[in-house]
Each structure stands twice: as C-alpha cells, then as structure tokens.
C-alpha cells in the first residue's frame, strides 16, 4: 500500500528555515509528479510546488524565492526547504502523488495519495 509520510515540521520565527521531507513507501518512486500542499486553518488545501519525474519545479507566487522542492530517488523521498519563512506560511502542510500505470507508464491526471501532514507554525 502506498503510504507518504511527512516530517520535518515544527515551530520558528518568521525569517527562520525548515526543511520538510516526505518518505514514500509502496510506491515506484520518480515515475511520476510529486508536490506539497498546505492549509491554513480554516482554509482550503492549497497547492504549494510541485516536481515532475525530470525535475522540473513549479511553485506557488507565494513561496518563489523562498522554497525549493527536490526528491532523492535513492531514498525515495521528497523535500521542500522553506526559507525565509513568514507568518502566513503558517499552516499543515502536506505532500502528494499521483497513481502510476506501469502498463503505458503513464501517471494519474489527480493527486491520488496523501500524506498525514505536518505542522510548521510561523512566529512573529
């Protein structure tokens, strides 16, 4: 069963860094996208970056310049490293996947699997 699990999430002043990380298990890793998501409370899940399977990043106009996603395909994990943190990137934050068909090899066009998430809560 695939499983992502987050981590890496905790508390810091506002201008601080964290690097969150994602473990992927059950899963052909590097076959398809990954991203990280968040939601504030009392707020919709929003998307946040995103890595194709060449490497390709995309990213948020919230977050450019100051977070960079990767993935090690040998450790089959993903990251996001978060600098320059402000307060209204307090939020769970969540990574994702999309299903892969190794029949075609082709991935899923939705976010098929979740991780729990993970709590990064900005300070003033």
């Known amino acids: 069963q695939v499983q992502l699990v987050e981590s890496g999430g905790g508390s810091v002043q506002a201008g601080g860094s964290l690097k969150l990380s994602c473990a992927v298990s059950?899963?052909?890793?590097?076959?398809?996208?990954m991203g990280w998501f968040r939601q504030a409370p009392d707020k919709e899940r929003v998307f946040v970056s995103s890595?194709?399977?060449?490497?390709?990043?995309t990213y948020s106009d919230s977050v450019k310049g100051r977070f960079a996603i990767s993935q090690d395909n040998a450790k089959n994990t993903l990251y996001l490293q978060m600098n320059s943190l402000k307060t209204e990137d307090t939020a769970v934050y969540y990574c994702a996947a999309k299903t892969y068909y190794s029949y075609g090899d082709y991935c899923s066009g939705n976010w098929a699997y979740w991780g729990q998430g993970t709590q990064v809560t900005v300070s003033p």
């Open positions: 890595i194709s399977k060449d490497g390709i990043t």
């Open positions: 059950g899963y052909t890793f590097g076959r398809c996208g």
